[in-house]
C-alpha cells in the first residue's frame, strides 16, 4: 500500500535512500573499482568572506544523519554566524557517507535559510514579541523545522502545535478570522465572549479585531466586551484592503489610550518582513511573522572533496586542503588551511569522532549564540 502523504520516511533518510541518483551510480561504480579513498569533504556556501553573515542551522539533524558513520567531523555550533568557508568537514571513507550528501545538504540549507530571517527579524525589533506564524506555508512534515529556525533566530514562540510536541515548547495562538465568523455577522461581542469563557487561564486574551468592520471600531468594542479580562488585540487586516498600516495601529493605540486602556497591547500580523517590523516597531508591542522565515531562501551549500588519501584535491573553483575558520577579534570571518596560525577564535569544533556523537544539542544555548555572535559582527 502506498504511503498516504508524499513523505520521504526517516528511514529512508537514515538508509541514504534520499539521495540522488548519480550518488547511487557513484557508489555502484567505485564498489566495481574496488576503491573507497580516504577523503575529506567540506560544505561551504562561498568560498571567501563576503561580509554577508548567516545563521548555521539544521546541524542537529545533520549529525544524527552522520551518526554511526565511519568518519570524524567538525563544525560550527548551532546558532554560531558564518561568512565564507567551510561550515562543515567530514573525514572518512567516501563510500561511508557519499549516499547521505542530498539529505545533509537539505537539512542545513533550509534551516540556516530559515534562522538567518528570523534573526534579522528579531534585530529589526529587538525589543518586541515575536511568534512565528509560517508553518502553514510549508509541508507540514517540516513544521517543527521551521519553528526551531524561528527560535533559533530569537523568535518567542510558534504557532504550530506539533512541532510544539516535538520540540517540548507549547505552541501559541488565540483565534482565526474563522472563528468569528462563525458566530456571524455584528455578532463579534459574542465571539470573543465564548472564547474567554472557553479557553484556559493561562491563554492570553487576545481579540482578532478586524472581520468585519473598521479595525478601532472592532478593538474598542473588544475592549467593552471583555473588560479588564482582555490583553492585546491583533490586526490581521488582508494586505488588499490594508491602506497605511502604521496609520491604522497610530489610531487604534491612541483610541486606547484616551480611554484609560493603556493595559491593552496590540499585536499586527499578515505579510510582514522587517521593513514593515521597522516601521510599526515604535507602535505595536507584537507580531506574527510568516512567510519570511518559512519561504526563506536557502543557504546554498556544496559538499567537496579538498583532500583525498592525505593529499589537497579539488574541482576548479574550489579550495584544496582542509581548514578552519576564525572569529578575529573585530567580528571578521577569517578562512585558513587547518594547521596553520591564525589570529582569532577557531569555529569548526569536533562534532563526531569515529562515527559517534561528541556534542549535544541546548537549543536556547544556540539562540543566546547566534544573539551574541550578530552583536559581534554587527548583523542586520
Partial sequence: ???????????????????????????????????????????????????????????????RLLDGCDVAVDALREGQLFDGGPVMSIEGPYLDFARLETALLGFLSQASGMATNALRARRTAP????????ARH??????????????????????????G???GREASGTMPHALVIAFGKGNQEAAWTAFDEAVADSVPRITLCDTYSDEVDEVLRAADALGENLDSVRIDTTSSRRGDIRHIIREVRWELDARGREDVEVFVSGGLDPDSLRDLRDIAAGFGVGGYVSNADPVDFA???VAIDGEPAAKRGKLSGKKQVY???????????????????PLLEPLLRDGELVREFDLDAATDRARTDAAAVDFA
Fill in 1 to 63: 500500500m502506498p504511503e498516504p502523504f508524499d513523505i520521504v520516511t526517516p528511514e529512508t533518510i537514515r538508509e541514504g535512500r534520499a539521495t540522488d541518483a548519480y550518488f547511487e551510480r557513484t557508489v555502484e561504480t567505485l564498489d566495481h573499482a574496488g576503491k573507497n579513498p580516504h577523503v575529506v569533504a567540506e560544505v561551504t556556501a562561498d568560498q571567501f568572506p563576503t561580509g554577508e553573515f548567516e545563521v548555521f542551522a539544521g546541524i542537529a539533524d545533520a549529525a
Fill in 127 to 134: 525589543d518586541a514579541s515575536l511568534l512565528s506564524f509560517g
Fill in 138 to 163: 510549508v509541508h507540514p512534515s517540516i513544521a517543527a523545522v521551521v519553528e526551531r529556525s524561528a527560535l533559533l533566530g530569537g523568535f518567542d514562540g510558534f504557532s504550530h502545535v506539533a512541532a
Fill in 165 to 167: 510536541e516535538l520540540l
Fill in 303 to 305: 559538499l567537496d572533496i
Fill in 327 to 345: 572569529r578575529t577579534d573585530d567580528g571578521g570571518h577569517h578562512v585558513a588551511l587547518a594547521g596553520t596560525e591564525s589570529a582569532g577564535e
